[in-house]
């Protein structure tokens, strides 16, 4: 009888455990230990936090990215029933180890993309966080995720309400209205954001994210993203997209229909709700997170974007009509000066500046291929470093 139940536990892979979302996802495997298991946990390089997971949750294996750290994880882990893998090609194989029921990609970045399409190959359904492997390379993703019948959970707040909007609906949707917060520069002029520090961008109004998707949030490159993520998710065209800034972020998205009906999904701000949901769909599963306080919320304003302050949202809708490798171009470029900004080596609007020479620069390859994705994206890279001066 034990046994049975543990076998019918949902055994979850986390790429990416020791992050913000990694972090979260564990909480909620640990609320509903009767359901859900963490069978795989890794870490790019915070060997510590991966050690004391693997020691509190005894998963069956874990990898650190870090080669360097092997020696270190694995001598810490002697004595835990833990197999312990170093390497990006490891995370590759432990997405496919054949109990694995689900693969949360949590990891930040373009090193989402080849265990991502690893996991999908291997028929493992996907609760995706890492967008970026979206923004990279949706169309041959979401095609792979067709072809072997895999499905994608959004776990990104947005996506997470757009896809709880379109439950039992069968008919085509006439417009997918993405909200953004807006970050802590909303308002400011273009003056005031020329002279702001890596400090000011890594203080988010609403969300506590990781370094980079929190920089990404305050040039608005981040709903960018969003843009193109949900264009792949929902099969949506571009122009079927509407970015609308609501600084409160009550409002998580919405949906508006062909007969001009629009249903939207509220809630407090709390990725743990998203990641559960990702976990445990169809089932809604109980659980203590905050619920919302209708007398305390206060207002709900809604406003336009504004492209010409927070360029690098108008670079993503161009990226994303163009296709092809301009979506790469752009997330490697990004990459480069989202990493530079935090260092104090470019400016906070030089940002978009880098990352529009870098587009500019590149040639397009029309239907990319993984390996030309992976060849743009190191390029991009150089270039963008390059162009910056940091290379
Ligand atoms: P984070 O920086 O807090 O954590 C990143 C995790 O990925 C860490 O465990 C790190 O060890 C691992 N990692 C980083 N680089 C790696 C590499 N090269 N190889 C292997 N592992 C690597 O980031 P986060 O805020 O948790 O975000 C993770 C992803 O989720 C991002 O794609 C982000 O856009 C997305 N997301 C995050 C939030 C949020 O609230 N934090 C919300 C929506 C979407
Ligand atoms: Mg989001």
Known sequence: ????????????????????????????????????????????????????????????????????????????????????????????????????????????????????????????????????????????????????????????????????????????????????????????????????????????????????ITIDSASMMNKGFEVIEARWLFDVTPDQIQVVVHPQSVVHSAVQFQDGAVKAQLGCPDMRVPIQLAFTYPYRVYSDFPRMDWWQMGDLTFEAPDMKRFRCLQLAYDVMRTGGTAPCVLNAANEVVNLAFRRGQCGFLQMADVIEETLQRMPLTVSPTLEDYLQCDAESRRMAASILGIS
């Open 1 to 212: 009888m034990g046994n049975d139940n543990a076998n019918k536990k949902k055994k979850i892979c986390i790429l990416g455990s020791t992050g913000s979302i990694g972090v979260q996802a564990l909480q909620v495997i640990e609320e509903h230990a009767d359901m859900l298991e963490a069978y795989v946990l890794t870490a790019n390089s915070q060997a510590d936090l991966l050690i004391e997971q693997a020691r509190r949750f005894q998963p069956a294996a874990v990898v650190i990215a870090d080669e360097s750290k092997y020696a270190y994880v694995s001598e810490a882990l002697a004595n835990e029933p833990v197999q312990v893998y170093a390497g990006a090609e490891a995370l590759c194989q432990v997405v496919q180890m054949e109990p694995v029921d689900m693969v949360l990609t949590a990891l930040v970045g373009f090193a989402g993309l080849r265990p991502t399409l690893s996991a999908v190959e291997a028929g493992k359904p996907i609760a995706l966080a890492n967008k970026e492997t979206l923004v990279v390379a949706g169309e041959l993703v979401t095609e792979k995720c067709l072809e072997k019948g895999v499905p994608m959970f959004p776990v990104d707040s947005e996506h997470s309400a757009i896809f709880q909007c379109l439950v039992g609906e069968v008919s085509p949707v006439e417009k997918l209205i993405l909200t953004a917060s807006g970050g802590p520069f909303r308002s400011f002029t273009m003056e005031q954001m020329k002279d702001v520090t890596p400090a000011m961008a890594l203080k988010h109004p609403n969300w506590e994210m990781g370094a980079k």
